[in-house]
């Protein structure tokens, strides 16, 4: 699962990729445990093989889920992760969970041992940004409906797996419009 994910993502050679692979830790977790607490130092990053893990933290308003990870998707809070400062986030499973976990310290050691891996890191800190950037555009761009049409389309298991008030959150509505929404497009 790993190969083929860092294959598709960016293409390293396989003395490399062993290389690499071999520093990758296999854990399961159980729904309800956490990767990282709100507080903690990020450090470690990981990649789903199963289950669904939800980012989130707390405002004046309340508990607001930002992201809800799937199969194949990094996690970390990056900004602990690479500054070293305390997370701001909590990343907690929202189901049983295998994931891949590869410590600070072994990530940090791979720039010396792969060659390949200042490229890689770009490409990847440059998929969060883009990421990041599509979110924030389709925020200012997209209608409430037209972003849950849009994560509808990407997302549709989710909506089968988790709660949907994490769900409205990630979109940035309440539990009450995303039920309005969801009644109107299903009429």
């Known amino acids: 699962m790993l190969e083929q994910l860092f294959q598709d993502f960016f293409p390293i050679s396989e003395a490399s990729a062993l290389k690499l692979f071999s520093n990758f830790e296999r854990i399961e977790l159980k729904r309800g445990d956490y990767l990282i607490k709100a507080g903690d130092y990020s450090s470690n990053l990981f990649v789903i093989e199963s289950g669904l893990i939800r980012q989130y933290a ?30 701001i986030w909590n990343f907690q499973c929202v189901s049983d969970c295998a994931v891949y976990r590869l410590s600070k310290s072994d990530y ?72 309005r929404i969801r009644a109107k497009i299903s009429s």
């Open 58 to 87: 707390w405002s004046k308003k309340g508990e607001f889920t930002q992201w809800i990870g799937t199969r194949n998707h990094f996690v970390t809070d990056l900004a602990s992760f690479i500054f070293d400062r305390p997370s």
């Open 108 to 179: 940090q050691r791979m720039e010396s041992e792969i060659v390949e891996w200042n490229k890689f890191e770009k490409a990847f800190l440059a998929k969060c940004f883009c990421t990041m950037e599509q979110r924030i555009s389709d925020f200012i761009c997209l209608t409430a409906e037209e972003r849950y049409v849009q994560y509808f389309e990407q997302h549709k298991l989710l909506f089968q797996q988790v709660p949907l008030q994490y769900i409205a959150s990630v979109l940035g509505m309440s539990p009450e419009t995303l039920s």
